[in-house]
C-alpha cells in the first residue's frame, strides 16, 4: 500500500519538516505557524528538540514594508529577480492572497523559491519573510506589482505608489549616462 498526500501522517511530517526550514531561515514563530498550522507550543518542542539557540531567532513582528524593494533601482531589480523565481516556482497566486489564509504547500514551494534564489545569489541578505512581503505586495497589486520596462520590455518590479515610468536598473543607467554627457557638453559649450 502506498501512501497519499491525503496521508494525515505525511501530511504531519511535511508541516514539521517545512517548519524546520523554516527556522533554518531564522522566520519568526508567526510566520511559521501561520505556514505549518503548527501552535508556539510545537514550534518551541521542535527548536529544543533540534537544540536551536534562543539568540539566533528572530523576535518581533514580521516584515510588510515593501520600501526594501522599492527605494532604488538595485532594489527594484533583486525585487523583480525575486519576482522571475516565485513565477518560476509558482509561488504568485493569481489573486490576493493573506497572511490570515496561507497553507503549508505555499510554504513549501516558499521555501524552495527561497533556497533556489539564495544559491543563485548567496551575497544578497534578503531574509525569508521579505520574499513572503514581497509575494502579498505583488498579489495585492496595490503598492507594487509587475511590469515592463518602458524602454526595453524586461520585466521590472514597479512601485505603484511612484509617478515615473518603471525602467529597469540598466536602462536607468543609460538614461543617467546619456543626462550626464548633456550636462558635460552644456558646460563645455558654456565655458567656451
Known sequence: MTPTSDDPVLRDCRRYELAQRLIAHQA???TISALTNLSRHQLAQLRHRSCIPEATRRRG???RSLMRFTHSPRARAEGAVLAAFCCAYHVLPAKALRRSNLTFEFGERLCATYEAYRACFPQSNVTIEELLSLVLGIADNREVGLGNCALCGGTVLVDRLARAC???VHCEG???DDH???VNETVSEFMR
Do not use: F, G, M
Open 28 to 30: 519568526r514563530t508567526q
Open 61 to 63: 513582528p514580521s516584515p
Open 166 to 168: 518603471p525602467t529597469c
Open 174 to 176: 543609460v538614461i543617467a
Open 180 to 182: 550626464n554627457v548633456s
